[in-house]
């Protein structure tokens, strides 16, 4: 029995519909990886169509990890040769790296991340004495709209003609700026990768017919989070012939923010007329209690498409509403039903995931665990190597380990300040590029003071020394870690953090996360048994890919309690879910309730209900703190939404005459535990 005929009818249908473009409307949990990884091994097996020809996009590494491992198991060795799946990033990184000749970059180019361009932004306005150059805020609503731009594939040039405010004005014109310094420094940032390829097969027809040519088919996954950029890319890819699959979930739009753009679903309509549309209703996750709920709050939402999700797995549990007397007494209320429920019904922590709109909700209810001893995990929180000092420190060390790392110069050469200007970067970033150096090979150039004052080449020779000389010690040294700790004193970083933390709280915690790396270089010294391996430079290798794996340790299958963004949970599933803050300005949220985009929240609260199997709670607090102060809270429009009669109130408001006494409850719960310690 193949794996295909496990796919209900519709699934079928759409795996088999290849007479032309093609948009499958997949419900939540409604099996769309299945579909997607299904109509690839058809494509190939059945279509004759050879798999280095055919493409599969989604949005996150995980998502391309699994279509990949689930592709694996369908297709021989020899039948997947060549098979392309990817995020969109990566997909543009490997086009912009084989049409490099076709692309204003050159070899080796850098991908900056957004630390790194908040601080060519930073250094732009200094250098124009723009004021706000010290504003955190300004600086990333500038990155904001140039990211805007980027994605509806706005030039600079064109930018000035969009600007409606004084601050656009000034946000076009370092957008120009912006640019010319990432041409300069041979780097892009993260639109790039997108963009990029996407202005480049819209210019250029020899490399468009090449990539159309390649591409016979596509497949697009989580088509509601394409950005303009993305959508274009798609339809260039595709051409007239416009063999593709698009999979997504309108209602599951929950990146606005982020430039996605639910409308692109309706676009698809009007750009391939002959665009088949099926629907996969028949959810294979929840219980019709569950899908009825989601159902009636996303049915208060506008649809192009509309569809009901249902499933057979039953009526299920009723979904529990609790009202708290405040954020403490909710999070002591969460921790205390979750363990109550795991005892009385023999569950794992794993089975269980709490989710809310902003990661500080998490912190009282970190708190509440740790109290318990009770096991968690944080998703959607900053990563430890996400952190500025942590990635300050690797910099150092990277450029050690490779001194052709422009990007990790970039980020260390004025951290601390070293009185070298944008204006010297820009003519160090010509003369490395004139001459084929590298930019720490180029800052060591005595003929650099023939092209740049000779303050300014001395400071710049200063430091290369200064990594060179602690490249040849580091290199050398058995017992590494004391030089690294002596570099980062000698370089001033430490005294930097010193100046630099607003608090005495924020000094120490910097520095702390400081030690903790020096630790873990130690621990890994320590851990290595291979003698070629116990050395600085491995050991640097090995962070620098824990730190693109960090993302990826959520594979980790620990019995731990999740705890996660409403963002973030997108895409999972868990058999028990609370979802905490059910409250007027928190969800929904008050920017979006003053900026008129409710529905984007009621598709972030369709998206938490779906995430539930089998029990799902929903928890509000009548007060909260906010500053210091203790407001008084208005339960979520949401909760008006739901089918009343599938909920049961628990606590103050709404209480009905059939809940539990909590005396019952107690005597229920020793009962159990004593049947659990008798067994």
């Known amino acids: 029995m193949s794996a295909a005929s496990h796919l209900n009818d519709k699934q079928q249908e759409a795996m088999k519909y290849t007479q032309g473009p093609l948009l499958v409307l997949a419900g939540a949990g409604s099996g769309k990886t299945s579909v997607i990884t299904q109509k690839i091994a058809y494509l190939v097996k059945q279509c004759r169509i050879p798999a280095h020809r055919i493409t599969a996009m989604t949005f996150t590494n995980k998502a391309a990890r699994e279509m990949k491992e689930r592709v694996a198991k369908l297709l021989s060795r020899e039948d997947a040769k060549g098979l392309s799946v990817s995020t969109f990033h990566t997909f543009g990184l490997n086009l912009l790296r084989l049409e490099l000749k076709h692309t204003p970059l050159k070899n080796n180019f850098s991908i900056l991340d957004s630390d790194d361009c908040k601080r060519i932004l930073m250094d732009l306005m200094q250098r124009d004495n723009l004021s706000g150059a010290e504003s955190k805020e300004l600086i990333a609503k500038a990155m904001k709209k140039i990211s805007d731009w980027k994605n ?9 003609s969009t600007c409606e405010t004084v601050e656009d004005v000034q946000f076009a014109h370092l957008y120009q700026l912006y640019e010319r310094n990432l041409r300069a420094y041979n780097a892009v940032d993260f639109d790039d990768l997108i963009v990029l390829p996407t202005r480049l097969l819209q210019e250029n027809a020899e490399v468009r ?32 012939m ?24 309706a676009l698809l309509k009007e750009d391939f007329p002959n665009l088949k549309v099926i629907k996969l209703e028949q959810n294979y996750r929840s219980t019709s209690r569950i899908l009825k709920a989601a159902n009636a709050v996303i049915e208060n939402n506008p649809h192009i498409f509309d569809k009901k999700l249902w499933s057979d797995k039953g009526h299920g549990e009723v979904i529990r509403i609790i009202t708290c007397r405040n954020d403490d007494d909710e999070s002591e209320r969460v921790v205390k039903d979750l363990m109550t429920h795991k005892l009385m019904n023999g569950k794992n922590w794993k089975d269980y995931a709490v989710l809310y709109r902003g990661n500080f909700q998490a912190r009282v209810l970190e708190t509440q665990l740790r109290q318990m001893q009770i096991p968690y995990k944080l998703s959607g929180g900053q990563s430890f190597f996400a952190r500025a000092e942590i990635k300050d420190v690797m910099s150092y060390l990277r450029l050690i380990i490779n001194p052709e790392d422009d990007s990790a110069f970039l980020r260390i050469i004025n951290t601390p300040k070293r009185a070298i200007g944008p204006v010297t970067l820009e003519k160090l970033g010509l003369f490395s590029q004139e001459n ?22 001395s400071q710049l020779h200063e430091f290369a020394d200064f990594i060179t000389t602690f490249t ?20 001033g970083y430490i005294d930097y953090i010193r100046e630099q933390a607003a608090t005495p709280a924020q000094e120490k915690t910097k520095l702390d996360n400081i030690e903790s790396l020096f630790s873990s270089i130690q621990n890994l010294l320590n851990r290595t048994e291979d003698v070629d391996e116990k050395n600085i430079e491995s050991v640097i290798r090995k962070l620098v890919l824990l730190d693109m794996l960090e993302q990826q340790q959520e594979e980790e299958d620990t019995d731990k309690v999740n705890l996660l963004t409403l963002h973030a949970a997108k895409g999972l599933e868990f058999p028990f879910v609370y979802i905490m803050g059910l409250e007027e300005e928190l969800l929904p949220h008050k920017n979006s309730i003053a900026a008129d985009t409710i529905e984007e929240e009621r598709r972030l609260m369709y998206v938490g209900i779906t995430r539930a199997r089998q029990g799902l709670t ?20 949401f909760l008006d939404e739901l089918p009343q009669d599938e909920l049961e109130w628990l606590g103050r408001k709404k209480k009905l005459a ?3 006494d909590p005396k019952e409850q107690a005597q229920q719960y020793l009962a159990n535990l004593k049947a659990l310690l008798k067994k």
Not at 152 to 160: K, W
Not at 251 to 264: L, V
Not at 628 to 636: A, E, V
Request: charged content about 25%; overall charge negative; cysteine-free.
């Open 472 to 491: 040849r010690e580091l290199l050398d040294d058995d017992e590494p870690v004391p030089k690294v700790r002596q570099m980062m004193n000698e370089a």
């Open 152 to 160: 509806d594939l706005i030039v600079p040039e064109q930018a000035h």
């Open 618 to 637: 929903l928890t509000l607090a009548e007060q909260r703190k906010n500053g210091g102060q203790m407001k008084q809270m208005t339960p979520s429009r």
């Open 242 to 265: 416009g063999q593709f699959t698009a999979v997504g979930d309108d209602d599951q739009s929950i990146y606005a923010w982020r430039g996605a753009k639910p409308e692109n679903m």
């Open 658 to 660: 059939g809940n539990v």
């Open 209 to 240: 017919d090449k990539w159309q040519n390649r591409t016979r088919y596509l497949l697009v996954d989580e088509y509601q989070d394409t950005n303009t950029a993305q959508y274009i890319l798609v339809k260039l890819l595709v051409g007239v």
């Open 436 to 457: 084929h150096l590298s930019l720490l090979a180029a800052a060591a150039d005595q003929r650099l003071s023939m092209v740049i004052p000779k303050k300014a080449a």
